[in-house]
């Protein structure tokens, strides 16, 4: 049985691979907890979205297999 709550491998190595798609499949995997953690003093900041995002895009792109 599969656990849902990861992403598949094979998806993880196309997004460090830069592959647009995968990229957005983990965006999307975290997108509700993006949500949650952009909520600043009781109201949705898009700001914060928007570079939650962006740092999560930074660490796939410097992810490393080999360690």
């Known amino acids: 049985m599969r656990n ?3 992403i598949p491998f094979e998806v993880l190595e196309k997004a460090v691979a830069k ?5 957005h499949f983990v965006l999307c995997h975290y997108r509700g907890y993006i949500k949650y953690r ?7 900041n898009a700001d914060i ?3 939650l995002e962006a740092q999560l895009i930074k ?4 992810f490393r297999f080999d360690r």
């Open 59 to 62: 660490a796939i792109f410097q």
């Open 38 to 44: 952009s909520v600043f003093q009781g109201h949705f």
């Open 49 to 51: 979205q928007d570079r």
């Open 4 to 6: 849902e709550k990861l």
């Open 19 to 23: 592959e647009p798609e995968a990229i």
